[in-house]
């Protein structure tokens, strides 16, 4: 089990979250399968423990504001293509997990636990349990890919 930080750990209390927590995410996953993505052990890991949350966050953070999450999915509805060809680009699994910023830009996570900002350019916020403190405390992603920006 990971530990957080006591502010991280607290948003994600203050969200629903409990060390523990275990929701059901096949219907989430089996609906991307459909699009064409790949199933893999650190997703089902994620969305059983973090599947359905909203965190409601804002204000000032380390390097960038902090704004919410929601990791749902569904949000990401119709957007398999863009996760399937950034995971070509990268050559990792990419799979949707939800939204930040209310759903100005998309979440993803790879086979290696590492979670990724994904739009029409890639960035990464680290691997967890590190980038969902990264997410909390308003660090900034790492750009990978500027898309050709």
């Not at 523990?20 to 650190?42: K, M, N, T």
């Not at 994620?46 to 409601?56: I, T």
Request: aromatic share 10%; charged share 25%.
């Amino acid at each position: 089990m990971e530990t957080y930080p006591n502010q991280v750990d607290q948003v994600l209390r203050d969200s629903g979250w409990v060390p523990g927590r275990q929701v059901d995410p096949e219907g989430w996953i089996s609906a991307f399968e459909a699009e064409g993505l790949r199933r893999h052990a650190a997703v089902s890991a994620f969305l059983s423990e973090f599947g359905g949350l909203g965190v409601n966050i804002s204000g000032s953070g380390v390097s960038r504001s902090r704004e919410p999450f929601e990791l749902d999915p569904s949000l990401c509805e119709g957007e398999g293509d863009r996760f399937l060809e950034w995971s070509e680009d990268v050559k990792k699994s990419i799979f949707p997990i939800g939204v930040l910023d209310d759903g100005r830009f998309f979440l993803g996570i790879d086979e290696n636990s590492e979670i990724y900002l994904v739009e029409t350019w890639l960035a990464s916020f680290g691997s967890m349990p590190e980038a969902m403190s990264n997410l909390i405390m308003g660090v900034k992603a790492t750009i990978i890919d500027d898309g050709g920006n």
